[in-house]
């Protein structure tokens, strides 16, 4: 008898078109609309910011791979530039630019490679790099860049700070006429690049629709002067609430598995994110209500998993 090399399970067999690469360069795809904006509102210094930590990714990921004796075709996934793109995009765009180089190296290697790679990494590798750099070098990623038509196009304070919560109208807000970080600022072309990934199905809208409920509910409620009293639309166009909930949220690898888990992941991290706005020593918690979320995927998968079809349960 020949010998089979090919072990398949039982059916159903579900197959998809878009392979994990395709996949990876859709939500590249998805993204330009808010790095064009970010260059167009700070400048080409966005660009450069950009740049540095895409190729910082890429070169750790093919060093790396080859430390472990791995195939280097595995840098074309599209991963290693999803990760310096989203990566770049939590950074002030005249950040010095030995800090995307940094984040970039901590992000491959202590958040995707040391896990074992591609699928295998518990957290999101570049909020892992985006806030190993917030705590080395809070200064250096606080120092924001007003936009370029700006009077005082030097720095200034981002919306969610206390010294910066005034003066800005909801429409400067949405379209990105303040200073931030290069890929959260702009609320129109984040939005752009969502409903692209809702709309190819590449995404759900349960983890950002409950994660940016949460934070509008919780925000309207305990956010102001006495209850009921919060400016929720303020907490939904400042930060990177909208870049975390559509981008970062949703990555494959470290979000739940099930439609009610997903909802679950979205809540904790939108009670986490307000918690940490209101009551915090950063004015940000986006990126640490994911984090902390990610960790606790396995028992919210463990509790929310699908009946097998057939058993019952006791």
Same mark, same amino acid.
């Given at each position: #008898?020949?010998?089979?090399?090919?072990?398949?399970?039982?059916?159903?067999?579900?197959?998809?078109?878009?392979?994990?690469?395709?996949?990876?360069?859709?939500?590249?795809?998805?993204?330009?609309?808010?790095?064009?904006?970010?260059?167009?509102?700070?400048?080409?210094?966005?660009?450069?910011? #950009?740049?540095?930590?895409?190729?910082?990714?890429?070169?750790?990921?093919?060093?790396?791979?080859?430390?472990?004796?791995?195939?280097?075709?595995?840098?074309?996934?599209?991963?290693?530039?999803?990760?310096?793109?989203?990566?770049?995009?939590?950074?002030?765009?005249?950040?010095?630019?030995?800090?995307?180089?940094?984040?970039?190296?901590?992000?491959?290697?202590?958040?995707?490679?040391?896990?074992?790679?591609?699928?295998?990494?518990?957290?999101?590798?570049?909020?892992?790099?985006?806030?190993?750099?917030?705590?080395?070098?809070?200064?250096?990623?606080?120092?924001?860049?007003?936009?370029?038509?700006?009077?005082?196009?030097?720095?200034?304070?981002?919306?969610?700070?206390?010294?910066?919560?005034?003066?800005?109208?909801?429409?400067?807000?949405?379209?990105?006429?303040?200073?931030?970080?290069?890929?959260?600022?702009?609320?129109?072309?984040?939005?752009?690049?969502?409903?692209?990934?809702?709309?190819?199905?590449?995404?759900?809208?349960?983890?950002?629709?409950?994660?940016?409920?949460?934070? #509008?509910?919780?925000?309207?409620?305990?956010?102001?002067?006495?209850?009921?009293?919060?400016?929720?639309?303020?907490?939904?166009?400042?930060?990177?609430?909208?870049?975390?909930?559509?981008? #970062?949220?949703?990555?494959?690898?470290?979000?739940?598995?099930?439609?009610?888990?997903?909802?679950?992941?979205?809540?904790?991290?939108?009670?986490?994110?307000?918690?940490?706005?209101?009551?915090?020593?950063?004015?940000?918690?986006?990126?640490?209500?994911?984090?902390?979320?990610?960790?606790?995927?396995?028992?919210?998968?463990?509790?929310?998993?699908?009946?097998?079809?057939?058993?019952?349960?006791?």
């Amino acid at each position: #008898m020949p010998s089979n090399n090919l072990t398949v399970t039982s059916s159903p067999h579900i197959k998809s078109p878009l392979s994990a690469r395709k996949i990876m360069y859709l939500v590249i795809l998805s993204l330009l609309p808010a790095g064009i904006a970010g260059i167009y509102i700070f400048g080409l210094c966005s660009l450069k910011v #950009m740049l540095i930590s895409i190729i910082s990714c890429v070169i750790s990921e093919a060093v790396f791979l080859k430390l472990r004796n791995r195939d280097p075709k595995a840098i074309l996934d599209g991963s290693a530039i999803l990760t310096g793109l989203l990566l770049a995009y939590n950074m002030p765009p005249e950040i010095p630019f030995w800090i995307p180089i940094v984040g970039g190296v901590v992000s491959i290697v202590l958040g995707k490679q040391i896990f074992g790679g591609l699928g295998h990494n518990i957290f999101n590798p570049a909020l892992v790099g985006r806030v190993f750099l917030q705590i080395s070098w809070p200064v250096y990623m606080t120092t924001w860049k007003n936009p370029k038509w700006a009077i005082d196009a030097v720095s200034s304070a981002t919306p969610l700070a206390k010294e910066g919560a005034r003066g800005f109208s909801y429409l400067d807000l949405f379209l990105g006429n303040h200073g931030g970080s290069i890929g959260e600022v702009c609320i129109l072309a984040l939005i752009i690049g969502a409903l692209f990934l809702i709309f190819t199905k590449i995404i759900s809208f349960h983890i950002p629709a409950s994660f940016i409920g949460t934070v #509008m509910v919780l925000a309207w409620i305990f956010g102001g002067e006495g209850f009921f009293r919060g400016d929720f639309i303020f907490h939904l166009l400042t930060g990177g609430l909208v870049l975390g909930a559509f981008f #970062m949220a949703t990555d494959y690898v470290t979000c739940p598995l099930t439609r009610k888990g997903k909802i679950i992941f979205g809540i904790g991290c939108g009670v986490l994110t307000v918690l940490i706005r209101l009551r915090g020593s950063y004015p940000e918690g986006v990126s640490y209500a994911i984090l902390f979320m990610n960790a606790v995927v396995p028992l919210i998968d463990r509790y929310t998993k699908t009946r097998v079809y057939g058993v019952s349960k006791k």
